[in-house]
């Protein structure tokens, strides 16, 4: 990230930092930390006359995410052109807003309510033994990898009702790749300006596999029958109730499929990183296990029981979250601290800087799991 950014006196002093936005899609924990350092809980990252604002803290999140009608949502990927595959596989519900994102969101939320949950705990007991069975104490294994192909699997089989790991493997692979080349277009789905990036047209062309890759796994799911599972209910959505175009289907699938195996995945990940890096805790993890099942599979009856692993997990999603942060695009005119924002401005919020204020957090950096014994941090912390 550039060294180079000075304050801009020009803007009446307002707490505006001139440099490049690409800075941030390359770095963005660097660049929002020197920004809080410089200019506190509200900012702007400007580069000619683009400029992106940065709000920090619980008071800050509480209101870009409590108002939905003046912040609304916004992907972060390049729209791509009309027509595009980009432009359809970006349809989802991560793009919508409103009365649209109400609707669209009643269709897929049944599965994911604490009933339908709970009646998963079979197929999430089958494929976690058959994904670690062959896994042995003493070995050496890419933990990212490892996590990322089971919960691969598990979204396959949970949300889709599907039990193809090589399908699985191949639309994750596609969309890691999709999601990457959109962070490495980066500034354009800030400034408008994708077009100058040299990953564009890698982009579209990665669009297009996706796309392909999604439209095969419906076909293979029409081809077995339809169930009770998301994309079941999707599908029916599209072919006899119109409420879902081919665009829209095909957006829902992808980002169903992104969102439910990446963050799930890292997050694992981290807490396993985190985990043998204090084998205290670690040991104390493994006695709760021991004491709670008896070398037994858990149950749902059993999460109850498991204080320990509750703060570990809460620990671990504090100190190294599955995404650093989060944006809205402002709908309407309006005041944000001292800035007076236009409809489309970008506003980026940060549940990683959050987690860091040691106003918030003591010793904000240190994997502390046992802090959760005394803490209770509002929503928005």
Known sequence: MSQEYTLSLSKGRLPVTEGRISDFADDPIVCMRRLWARHGDVCALQEGNQRVYFVFGPEYNHQVLSDASRYHSRFFAAYGPRRSAQRRVTSGLLTMNGEEHRRHRRLVQGPLQKKAIVAYHDQ???????QFSQWQAGETRDIASGMTHYMLRLTCAILFGMDHPEMAYRVGELTERWVGLNHTVGAGAFTGSVEASEAYDQLLDSAA????????????????GLGNDILSLLIRAHDDE??????????HVTVLFGAAHLTSAHTLAWTLFLLAQHPEVMQELSEEFDTVLG????????????????????????VLPASAYVQRLAAVPLELGPFQLLPGSVVVFSQFMTHHMPE??????????????TISPSPYA
């Open 360 to 373: 918030l957090y003591d010793q904000p950096e240190r994997f502390i799991p046992d802090r959760w014994k």
């Open 209 to 224: 596999e996706l796309e392909a890759a999604v439209k095969e796994l419906l076909a293979v799911r029409r081809a077995s």
């Open 242 to 251: 119109g409420g879902i175009s081919d665009e829209q289907l095909v957006g």
């Open 124 to 130: 999430v007991a089958e494929v976690s033994e058959d």
């Open 295 to 318: 070398g037994r599979t858990p149950t749902p009856d059993d999460l109850d029981k498991f204080q320990v692993l509750d703060r570990v997990i809460k620990e671990s999603m504090r």
